[in-house]
């Protein structure tokens, strides 16, 4: 059993999630370190702001620099200097976004850096990631655009299953665990057979792929439900891509786990700052002469020693400071709200704790643009 459940109220829950880098209290948020970096920040700035695990990018990864020079290098934990547990996706959504030409085999597509052909097969997946050393792997799946036929939706469902059968018997590694992914688009019957039929082949916990692709919340909240019911207890369920305050809430209110978005840290970088009182930017005059933190109730490293005018100062003239420290406060803010979240799970007020951020930030945005 890799996850025990410490805590339920609802059908929310808090645990304690065990890998071969150390446990993650759950509900977690994995930071993305793409290219084997979480833009801005390094293995200690990690450590610093909290994070509990980290998710990279296999894609990227065995394009450059190659999973074989990752491995030659003791691994990813080595290679980029991070201590905890660390979650490799397969690659699938990143090759789906590339007009791949997609087979029974599997998927070819030519290469981000340097136009060359590549092909990625389930068996290559398990193999990259296996090389890449992760705590956990993913199951290659097929993705299909939403909105779509269903009967395409059912077939890149249909074709992710078998697939997922063959990434389990190309598993080499008995020290890294392996999640299945569903499919399935906004259609609940065809969400509710992939969950159920993922489950049936015994994964070490489940992701729910094709979701945060456009769909609406009511969609997401529905997909999630039907695959949370038919999903194991004791295994760890993952919405992939998911990031954002509203969307997260939603998601543990109806069972899920774990969490990964490249939301806080792209957002930073655009200058919006998360707090629990709204997001906003940075770059308004009104925080010129601000003397204040971003957060003054947030205990982040940039919160502690810089004022909002500084870090505008900063944005304003493209300093890479700026950039950095805003990345510190946002992911300290993200990894904040999963404690908030495990807390008021632990005490049972885990609904009340949801309409109240909500409100609060609803009613923070507004006051900001008044200001
Ligand atoms: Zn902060």
């Given at each position: 059993m890799t996850l025990e459940i410490e805590a339920r109220d609802g059908m929310a829950r808090s645990g304690v999630f065990r890998t071969a880098h150390g446990t993650v209290a759950t509900p977690a948020f994995m930071p993305v370190?793409?290219?084997?970096?979480v833009k801005m920040l390094d293995g200690d700035d990690l450590e610093r702001v909290g994070a509990q695990m980290v998710l990279s990018n296999t894609y990227h990864l065995m394009l450059r620099p190659g999973s074989d020079v990752v491995r030659d290098l003791g691994g990813l934990h080595d290679f980029m200097n991070w201590r905890g547990p660390i979650l490799t996706d397969s690659g699938g959504y990143q090759v789906f976004s590339l007009d791949a030409g997609v087979s029974e085999i599997g998927v070819t597509f030519r290469s981000t850096y340097d136009g060359s052909r590549v092909e990625l097969t389930p068996e290559r997946a398990i193999a990259v990631q296996e090389d890449l050393g992760s705590d956990i792997a993913v199951t290659l799946d097929v993705l299909v655009g939403l909105p779509a036929a269903r009967s395409v939706v059912e077939a890149a469902m249909q074709r992710t299953l078998r697939w997922a059968a063959r990434s389990m018997k190309a598993r080499r590694r008995g020290d890294q665990q392996l999640f299945g992914i569903i499919q399935g688009g906004t259609d609940p019957s065809l969400r509710s057979e992939s969950a159920a039929r993922t489950a049936e082949l015994g994964f070490d916990g489940y992701a729910v792929g094709g979701?945060?692709?456009?769909?609406?919340d009511a969609e997401r909240d529905r997909a999630i439900e039907v695959v949370v019911g038919e999903l194991p207890e004791d295994r760890v369920r993952y919405t992939m891509g998911l990031g954002d305050t509203e969307g997260m809430l939603h998601a543990v209110a109806r069972g899920i786990d774990l969490f990964d978005c490249v939301l806080p840290t792209r957002l930073a970088r655009h200058g919006k700052v998360l707090t629990p009182d709204g997001d906003y930017s940075i770059?308004?005059?009104?925080?010129?002469?601000?003397?204040?933190?971003?957060?003054?109730?947030c205990a982040c490293r940039t919160c502690t020693s810089y004022s909002r005018g500084y870090l505008r100062h900063l944005y304003q003239t493209g300093e890479p400071t700026g950039l950095r420290l805003l990345t510190m406060h946002n992911v300290t803010y993200t990894l904040n709200l999963m404690s908030w979240m495990r807390n008021a799970i632990m005490e049972g007020h885990f609904e009340r704790f949801m309409a109240s951020t909500i409100e609060r930030r609803v009613s923070g945005v507004s006051r900001e643009s008044l200001a």
């Open positions: 370190g793409t290219r084997g970096s979701l945060s692709v456009g769909e609406s770059r308004r005059a009104a925080h010129t002469r601000s003397s204040i933190p971003l957060d003054p109730s």
